[in-house]
């Protein structure tokens, strides 16, 4: 199997990125990803331009947890979901589909047409609890390498602090 059996995005070093269910604005929440065992990601704060919360909610358990970057807790997020909890579900929701979600959150939804506000209902119903994993700073670092990433003109030449695998494959 030579080079030219790879396709253009397997010979580069850019990251196939998996295009929305439907489109959202990145305003409000600019970073959700389904990682470590739970939903987690990077909302706005509606009152301060200058802060975000980093938000997140257990696959199973649905323990939640919401902090500013610099992890001071959210007021809002005292016995249940809060509402940057309830934009990061439904954005998730737009960003990876409703059926995707609910599976990785093993959530138990009712028959239907599933969107944000019925999937944080059931996970909310189940009164799940506060989340103590202090996952905020590595969900964070995350978001700024993302961000990082944006800055650099789109190449196929390697990034160097992409390249974990060699450029050539090995066939045995």
Known sequence: MGDGA????????AARVIPPARPRKLAKVPFVELADGRLQGVVSSGSDIGRVYVSSVATG???FACSTNNNRPCGGARGSFCNHIGALINEAVLQYGAERVVR???????????DG??????????????????????????????LAYLEHP???????????????????
Do not use: I, N
């Open 104 to 114: 990785y959150l093993k959530a138990e939804v009712p028959e239907g047409e599933v």
């Open 6 to 13: 790879l396709s253009d995005w397997e010979r580069s070093s």
């Open 154 to 172: 789109p190449v196929t030449a390697p990034l160097p602090e992409m390249m974990f695998f060699p450029p050539t494959r090995a066939v045995a």
């Open 117 to 146: 506000a019925v999937l944080a209902s059931a996970m909310r119903s189940t009164r799940p609890p506060a989340d103590g994993t202090k996952a905020a700073a590595s969900v964070f670092s995350r978001f700024l390498r993302h």
């Open 61 to 63: 358990t649905y323990a």
